[in-house]
T-cell receptor, first 111, second 114 residues
Framework: QKEVEQDPGPLSVPEGAIVSLNCTYS??????FMWYRQYSRKGPELLMY????GNKEDGRFTAQVDKSSKYISLFIRDSQPSDSATYLC???????????FGGGTRLMVKP | DAGITQSPRHKVTETGTPVTLRCHQT?????MYWYRQDPGHGLRLIHY???????DKGEVSDGYSVSRSKTEDFLLTLESATSSQTSVYFC?????????????FGPGTRLTVL
C-alpha cells in the first residue's frame, strides 16, 4: 500500500462546477500538506500549503486537512477550463523536506 | 518556474551511455532535489542536497549519482543509462537562507533511453 493514495481520474466536470479532489495517507506524522497543479509537459506549481488540520482559502481554492481521518481535500469553486490539469497532493513530516506525493488526479473542465 | 532551469530539456540516449542532467537556480536556496515522474508512481525522490557538497539518497537512488559544487548547480548523473530510467526528471528547490520552506519545481527534462 502506498503511503499517499490519490484517485488518478480522469475527473471530467462542466465549467462552473465545484470540484473536490482528495488524498488519503497512512503516516500520522505528516504535518505539512500541499497541493500542486501540473499542466501537461510542465513542472508542478505550488497551489496551496497548509500546516496541521483545518481549512485554508485562496480565491476559488480551498484546502482542507483532517488529520484524525488522515484525509485532505482541495475544493475548486466555479471551475474553469484553465483549471484542467493534474493535481498532486504532497505532504511532509518537517517543513519543506522529504515530500511524499500522491500519484495525481487528472481534472478536465469542459466548456 | 521560480528561477530554476534544467538542461537539457529533452534527451534521447542509448543503453549503457552516461548521462548528466543539470539543474541551475538563481534563488540562492539551500536545498535542491531530483525527482523522477512516471505514470502510476507520481513523483519519487532520487537524491537531494542540503548544501554545497552535502547530498543524500532518496527513495529511488540506485543507478544515480549527484554532485553539488556550487549553491546554484545540482547535477544528476546516470552512470550507465538503462531503459528503466526513461522518465521525466524534475529538479526542485526549497529553503531560502536560514529556513526551510516548501518546494518549487523546474520545467523538467524528458529522458528516453533506447
Amino acid at each position: 500500500q502506498k503511503e499517499v493514495e490519490q484517485d488518478p481520474g480522469p475527473l471530467s466536470v462542466p465549467e462552473g462546477a465545484i470540484v473536490s479532489l482528495n488524498c488519503t495517507y497512512s503516516n500520522s506524522a505528516f504535518q505539512y500538506f500541499m497541493w500542486y497543479r501540473q499542466y501537461s509537459r510542465k513542472g508542478p506549481e505550488l497551489l496551496m500549503y497548509t500546516y496541521s488540520s483545518g481549512n485554508k482559502e485562496d480565491g476559488r481554492f480551498t484546502a482542507q486537512v483532517d488529520k484524525s481521518s488522515k484525509y485532505i481535500s482541495l475544493f475548486i469553486r466555479d471551475s474553469q477550463p484553465s483549471d484542467s490539469a493534474t493535481y498532486l497532493c504532497a505532504m511532509s513530516v518537517n517543513a519543506g523536506n522529504m515530500l511524499t506525493f500522491g500519484g495525481g488526479t487528472r481534472l478536465m473542465v469542459k466548456p | 518556474d521560480a528561477g530554476i532551469t534544467q538542461s537539457p530539456r529533452h534527451k534521447v540516449t542509448e543503453t549503457g551511455t552516461p548521462v548528466t542532467l543539470r539543474c541551475h537556480q538563481t534563488e540562492n536556496h539551500r536545498y535542491m532535489y531530483w525527482y523522477r515522474q512516471d505514470p502510476g508512481h507520481g513523483l519519487r525522490l532520487i537524491h537531494y542536497s542540503y548544501g554545497v557538497k552535502d547530498t543524500d539518497k532518496g527513495e529511488v537512488s540506485d543507478g544515480y549519482s549527484v554532485s553539488r559544487s556550487k549553491t546554484e548547480d545540482f547535477l544528476l548523473t546516470l552512470e550507465s543509462a538503462t531503459s528503466s530510467q526513461t522518465s521525466v526528471y524534475f529538479c526542485a528547490i526549497s529553503g531560502s537562507s536560514g529556513s526551510t520552506d516548501t518546494q518549487y519545481f523546474g520545467p523538467g527534462t524528458r529522458l528516453t533511453v533506447l
